[in-house]
């Protein structure tokens, strides 16, 4: 039987697996969404129920699916939350990610792993697809370790390295740019910081690199923007752009607050890799208008 058009979507509940989930049915695949704890009610695909750190579970998911590519997208994705749940999050981040690589390596499924900008340490920006790692933090530990187990059991997977991304949250679980807004259209004080930077995308352009890594058979690959950005700028940007006062934000240095996961400062990716095979962000205002738009409108609920 002729899998190749299967397409199997781990974190599919999540932020980012959403947005790919719907693009990629979109675009044709036969789309199989894996979530765990959420529901999951996308038109136009599959969705599954899969525990990704019991391997029973994993092994059924591939014996049901038979996929002929993985996007494998779950994860603990909070530095905090991985650094004050070492045994979960290595559970998820790095024993889930080999036992998934080993999987595809025996279905000869095409696999991209989704890695961060915080493997690392923030200080030598901006980073390159083989400048060495050197994460601050235990997510950006766990992200490396499974970088590397999986390149080592399946070296045909891809590493797609993911900026800081924006756009429109999970139910319940409001992303940092709805929280942004939240803060505009209500008057509620947030704290923002100035020295924190990243390449940021939204989650729809990012999705769009993840196509392309799709046919990159063992690359690393980084899905940054094009421009450098700080939180603290962002908030400023947004509050132009649905035209409401930016004095909510205050500005603050990572140093002023105390965080359980270290941040790096600079994480900025070079993606000129991914440029080259055709990988274009618009400018963070023309994406973030996008978003704005998608979320009821510029200056919406006012
Ligand atoms: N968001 C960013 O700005 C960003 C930046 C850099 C890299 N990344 C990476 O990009 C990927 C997607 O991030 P995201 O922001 O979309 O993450 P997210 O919103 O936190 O979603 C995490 C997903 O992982 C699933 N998951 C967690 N534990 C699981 C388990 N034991 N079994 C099966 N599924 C499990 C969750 O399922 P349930 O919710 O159903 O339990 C959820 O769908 C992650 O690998 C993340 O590390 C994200």
Not at 146 to 172: C, H, K, N, Q
Not at 200 to 208: G, I, K, L, P, Y
Not at 226 to 247: C, I, N, P, T
Not at 269 to 286: H, I, K, N, Q, T
Request: hydrophobic content about 40%; overall charge negative; proline content about 6%.
């Amino acid at each position: 039987m002729n899998n190749k058009n299967k397409l199997l979507i781990t974190g599919a509940s999540g932020f980012l697996g959403r947005v790919a989930c719907s693009y990629f049915a979109r675009d044709g695949w036969e789309v199989y969404g894996v979530a765990y704890q959420q529901r999951l009610g996308i038109d136009g695909i599959t969705t599954l129920s899969c525990d990704l750190t019991d391997p029973a579970e994993c092994k059924a998911l591939f014996e049901r699916v038979s996929p002929g590519a993985v996007l494998h997208l779950a994860a603990m994705s909070k530095p905090d939350a991985c650094e004050q749940n070492p045994q979960e999050s290595q559970r998820i981040n790095v024993d889930a990610s080999a036992r998934l690589a080993s999987l595809c390596a025996d279905y000869q499924a095409k696999l991209v792993f989704t890695s961060t900008d915080l493997v690392f340490s923030g200080d030598k920006a901006p980073y390159q697809e083989d400048d060495p790692v050197e994460p601050i933090n235990r997510y950006g530990e766990q992200k490396v370790r499974a970088e590397e187990v999986i390149s080592w059991l399946y070296p045909d997977a891809t590493i797609a390295r993911m900026p800081l991304m924006f756009g429109p949250g999970v139910p319940g679980k409001p992303s940092f740019t709805e929280q942004l807004l939240a803060s505009l259209q209500q008057r509620k004080t947030m704290r923002l910081f100035t020295d924190e930077y990243r390449t940021v995308v939204n989650a729809e352009t990012a999705v769009q690199g993840l196509k392309l890594a799709l046919d990159q058979p063992g690359a690393t690959l980084h899905l940054g923007g094009k421009e450098r950005w700080s939180r603290y700028a962002f908030g400023q940007l947004m509050a132009e752009l649905v035209g409401l006062d930016a004095d909510v934000f205050q500005p603050v240095k990572l140093a002023d607050i105390q965080t359980a996961a270290h941040r790096p400062a600079d994480a900025c990716m070079s993606s000129e890799r991914a440029f080259a095979l055709g990988y274009s962000p618009a400018s963070v205002r023309c994406q973030l208008k996008t978003v704005l738009d998608g979320l009821g409108g510029p200056g919406a609920n006012r």
